[in-house]
């Protein structure tokens, strides 16, 4: 809970998981702790957010873009689309993240970055509780 006077700070995770829940997870566990900042001696308290970001390629990228060649040493894949959908992390992924961060004590934030994408649909299958 904040207060007024306290600023809310979010943990953005972006794709800096690499397509891997499990890096999410840990972005999340270290958004979650306190930060003694040694320099100054601070004492920063744990952000009150993580963010993710959820995508539909097919409708964000043209088939040109999709199929553009991508080969650099950072690529996930050999085309830009390859890469993109390997750093896209599914509906399931996403919630075990969401299930993480309210563990943890965070709120949890989604970017919907698509017409197609529904937060209803991401959260509350008929299979989940939340």
């Known amino acids: 809970m904040i207060t007024k006077g306290e600023t809310y700070i979010i943990g953005e995770i972006g794709q800096n998981h690499n397509g891997s829940v499990d890096v999410a997870k840990l972005i999340v566990e270290l958004i979650s702790r306190p930060v003694k900042e040694e320099t100054f001696g601070i004492d920063l308290r744990p952000m009150n957010a ?72 991401l959260t509350l299958p008929t299979n989940r509780e939340v």
Do not use: W
């Open 50 to 121: 993580v963010k993710m970001t959820k995508r539909d390629l097919n409708e964000e990228l043209t088939n040109s873009q999709m199929n553009r060649i991508y080969d650099t040493p950072n690529s996930f894949g050999r085309t830009y689309g390859e890469h993109r959908a390997f750093l896209e992390l599914d509906d399931e992924a996403h919630y075990e993240v969401y299930k993480y961060a309210k563990e943890k004590g965070l709120d949890f934030v989604e970017t919907l970055c698509a017409k197609a994408v529904s937060y209803t649909h």
